[in-house]
Structures are given as C-alpha cells and as structure tokens.
C-alpha cells in the first residue's frame, strides 16, 4: 500500500515486513469494519514466511492465484499480523484539537488491547504473553475480528483485497478483548 503509479513492484516496509515485530494494518468505520486504503501489506522481499503463519499465507495465495504475479514476493513473511481502528483519532497540537489517521494510530491501539491482556494475566498470578505471533495465529486467531473489504492500492493498482481469513490489508483482523482474555487462558 501507499506507493505510486510508477512503481514496478510492490514494495514492502520495514520493519512491519519483519517476522520478529507485530505488525498492524489500520481499519476504519464500524458495522462494517473496512481495511484504511493506506494500511500497508504485502511479503517481505528479506523474510521468508515464518513457520507460524505459513498455512494462513498459503491460504490467501491460493484464493489469489495470478493476480500481482511479479510484484510481489510470495515466498515472504507477510504483513500485518492484525489490525486496529487508525482513522480519525484526536490528538492536541499547539493547543489545537485535530484528527489525524495512521497505522500509528492503529499501532499503540492494538498494543494497549495487549497490554490490558497481560494485566489481567498478572493479576491472575500468569505469565505474560510476550512474543505474540505464534499465538495470535495459533490460539487466538479466533480472538480476532475478521476484516473483509478494503484493500491497500499502489502500482497503479487495487493493491491487496481484504477477505476471509488473513490478507496482506488487515492481517487476521481486530482485536475484541474479551475473546483474548479467554485465549489466554482467563
């Protein structure tokens, strides 16, 4: 997402297309939740797929066939993990209240939702979650609220589509908090 006209491929960013980070996509709207066209997505050109997400990116690979054959390295990690609301937050500049949209709005959401998470297992006398993705698509990939329209255009081009299941728009979907706590064990 978010490249020119002119490009020749899609090209994936850093450090979202890392297997070692959680990277998240932003969504907008409610009733439907749709993919932000400037969530950013796609496989890593440095990574190949982690061994975590490699049946829900073969998955999305089948559904997509031929479509942005070349553009693309299907072999790569792909990206996001997950995804958050990321339009239309307000934040204070100069005193002065604004809306601005971002995955950086939709970053530090996610990561409180995970925060809140870890809370609640610490209370419990639990461990924390720390590295996310193995469980994310594991355990709590049905914690997760599936985004399926949207997509992230670039290269003169639709870009990725959101759909069923994980996609390079909004990973594996949205948080809904009290479908983590029970995957964590809470």
Known sequence: GGHGSSCTD???????????VTSVG???GISPETA????????????PAPSYQTSQVKSFLNG??????GLYNASGRGFPDVAAQGVNFQVVI????????GTSCASPTFASVIALVN??????????????NPWLYGTAASALNDVTSGDNPGCNTNGFTAGTGWDPVTGLGTPDYAKLLSAAGL
């Open 26 to 28: 932003a969504t907008q």
């Open 94 to 101: 100069s005193g002065e209240t604004e809306g601005v949209d």
């Open 64 to 69: 997509l066939g031929s479509t942005y054959k």
């Open 10 to 20: 899609f090209l994936p960013v850093f450090p979202a297309a890392c297997p070692y």
């Open 119 to 132: 809370d609640q297992l610490l209370a419990a006398g639990k461990p924390v979650l720390g590295f996310l």
């Open 36 to 47: 932000a066209d400037f969530s950013s997505g796609g496989f890593s050109n440095i990574f």
